[in-house]
Every structure is written in C-alpha cells, then in structure tokens.
T-cell receptor, first 111, second 119 residues
Framework: GQQLNQSPQSMFIQEGEDVSMNCTSS?????WLWYKQEPGEGPVLLIA?????ELTSNGRLTAQFGITRKDSFLNISASIPSDVGIYFC???????????FGKGTLLTVNP | GAVVSQHPSRVICKSGTSVKIECRSL??????MFWYRQFPKQSLMLMAT?????????EQGVEKDKFLINHASLTLSTLTVTSAHPEDSSFYIC???????????????FGAGTRLSVL
C-alpha cells in the first residue's frame, strides 16, 4: 500500500545531541501523528498534529505539520539513552481515519 | 493516557490450530478498531478495519476467511487466525480509534502486540 517517505532510515548519535527526522507525502493529510515503537511493543503516540502549520511540543519533542499538509518533522532535543527506538510518522485521512505509515527511523543513542 | 489492552502478548501453537487475539480499549470507546501485521524491521501493514456491529473491511490480499474479525462492542475486537500455518507467524498489533472518553478523539491508540509463532 501507499507509504510516506520518511528519512533518515536510521541515526546513530551521542547522548545530548539533537535529532531531526521528517516525512513527506504526495497526498494531503488532515492529521499527522508521530509514534515511537520499542522492541516487542506496539507504537506509542508521541504527538498529534491537526492543523497545517501547527507546531507542538511534548517535553523534549517538537513536531510540526507542514503548511502544504504533505509533510511533517519531528525534533528531539538533548537525546538520552531511553530515546532509543523506531519512530514512525503517520498521516491520517479518509472516512475511517486510516493511517498511512512511514517506514520508520531507527534511533540509536550512544551514552 | 489512552490504554489499549491486547492479549495474549505471545502465543505458540501447532500448525492447523486456531488462535484468538483480543483487543480492548480500557478507558475510551472505539467505534473503529484496526488490525495490523508487522514483519521484522518493517513498518505496520494494515490488515483490516473493524467497525462495531458490522463486518470488517479487509485490505487487498488479506484472506477474510483466514483472519476472522469480530467487533461485538465499543471496547472489544477479536482477531482469530484460523488453521494457522508457519507462514502466519508474525507480530500482530491492534489499534482503537478513540470515539469518546477522556482522550483525544479520532486518534489511533495501539495495543502492545501479539507475537504468534506457529510450529
């Protein structure tokens, strides 16, 4: 099925560094979501964005809904070891609010 | 935060048997629940959309007689993998779209997943 273009595919960073990842789509979405998945677990919602141009923070995480409604980015500031995991972007649309997922960004944080 | 309970977390079964996986939204009502399958190092693949009180809608390529879905109430959906075979071994994850309750509406909240291993 359709997927979003999420980049980078993986990141290896040192503790304390900032991280940025983004998603682009050829389609317009009404809602952008960012989830984090740890090994053997389901995705956990980090941030939901509802309006074009919206900038929302959740602790050290900041995400923005692109003005064109076709892209979004997620920033993590001052990374810590527990930030390790796979981060997925997802665009939501349609009558059943289906999600279209990116392929994920694997984040590794070295202490 | 919103809680979606998925059970069991892990199941090992013999080829030919059927396995039922439950998905419950604990603190909100969910008109719609979704079932996903995830292969190692890949993203989530939507299998079917389940609306309370009606038949599930399956994605292309997903056998409805193989993966039976029941959504009998606003808080419970079940996925039954019938006559399981080794190729059905995978990580299955459910999600529930919030309809009412003290959570953000129309957001999918995910269960913890079920690791199915078919011998």
């Amino acid at each position: 099925g359709q997927q979003l273009n999420q980049s980078p595919q993986s990141m290896f960073i040192q503790e304390g560094e900032d991280v940025s990842m983004n998603c682009t789509s050829s389609s317009i979405f009404n809602t952008w979501l960012w989830y984090k998945q740890e090994p053997g677990e389901g995705p956990v919602l980090l941030i939901a964005l509802y309006k074009a141009g919206e900038l929302t923070s959740n602790g050290r995480l900041t995400a923005q809904f692109g003005i064109t409604r076709k892209d979004s980015f997620l920033n993590i500031s001052a990374s810590i070891p527990s930030d390790v995991g796979i981060y997925f972007c997802a665009g939501q649309g349609g009558s059943n609010y289906k999600l279209t997922f990116g392929k994920g960004t694997l984040l590794t944080v070295n202490p | 935060g919103a809680v979606v309970s998925q059970h069991p977390s892990r199941v090992i079964c013999k080829s030919g048997t059927s396995v039922k996986i439950e998905c419950r939204s604990l603190d909100f009502q969910a008109t719609t629940m979704f079932w996903y399958r995830q292969f190692p190092k890949q993203s989530l693949m939507l299998m079917a959309t389940s609306n309370e009180g009606s038949k599930a809608t399956y994605e292309q390529g997903v056998e409805k007689d193989k993966f039976l879905i029941n959504h009998a109430s606003l808080t419970l959906s079940t996925l039954t993998v019938t006559s399981a075979h080794p190729e059905d071994s995978s990580f299955y994850i459910c999600s529930a779209r919030s309809h009412s309750g003290r959570v953000a509406k129309n957001i999918q909240y995910f269960g913890a997943g079920t690791r199915l291993s078919v011998l």
